[in-house]
């Protein structure tokens, strides 16, 4: 058993019980809060928004804990709420992640602090290129690139096949180079 596999266990050993559910429930949100937080802020590029849903994310997780089945592990039950719920939120606000260049920057400054002023551009440039992709393959993106999670987790939390995912990481991939060769010099000055 790996270690997220361990305290998944402890996780659920605590949420069985009533006298230790809110005990279980605090260690699965600091287990999780971080990854969910990034997965979501990559979906809406906005600090405010993701934080709303991180937080719609936690709620719903509290309120059907009971529900979970454990035939899928923990981590793919959450990713696929996590998931679910931003593409929810972007549907119900109608309209699609767009980049804020000032609150792009202001996260770089905070998030590089090593990293030269190249790869501040590299990276906003990057982030424009992936609001521009179709919802799905923007999700599979940030799955594969930023998460780094393997196509058979992708395939259990979005419920399709690796095939497809791959389909759609390889298109985005394209997408992504053509526009970084197209546009790359000029969105970073934008």
Do not use: C
């Not at 605590?14 to 979501?40: C, D, H, M, N, P």
């Not at 719609?56 to 719920?85: C, M, P, Q």
């Not at 791959?166 to 180079?177: D, G, L, P, Q, R």
């Amino acid at each position: 058993m790996n270690e997220q596999s361990n305290n998944d266990a402890e996780i659920f050993g605590l949420l069985e019980q009533k006298a230790t559910r809110e005990q279980g429930f605090r260690l699965l949100v600091r287990s999780y809060q971080e990854r969910i937080y990034w997965t979501v802020r990559r979906m809406l590029d906005q600090h405010s928004e993701a934080d709303d849903v991180v937080q719609e994310i936690f709620i719903k997780l509290y309120r059907h804990i009971d529900g979970f089945n454990k035939e899928s592990s923990l981590y793919t039950w959450i990713y696929r709420i996590a998931v679910n719920e931003t593409l929810g939120h972007i549907r119900k606000s109608k309209r699609y992640k767009t980049s804020d260049l000032s609150e792009a920057q202001s996260y770089h400054s905070q998030t590089t602090s090593t990293e030269g002023l190249g790869a501040k551009h590299i990276e906003e440039v990057l982030s424009r290129a992936v609001n521009l992709l179709p919802e799905k393959q923007k999700i599979v993106f940030n799955l594969r690139y930023y998460q780094e999670m393997r196509y058979s987790k992708m395939a259990e939390v979005l419920e399709t096949s690796e095939g497809a995912l791959k389909a759609s990481y390889h298109h985005a991939v394209k997408k992504i180079e053509q526009y970084i060769q197209e546009h790359g010099t000029e969105a970073i000055q934008q």
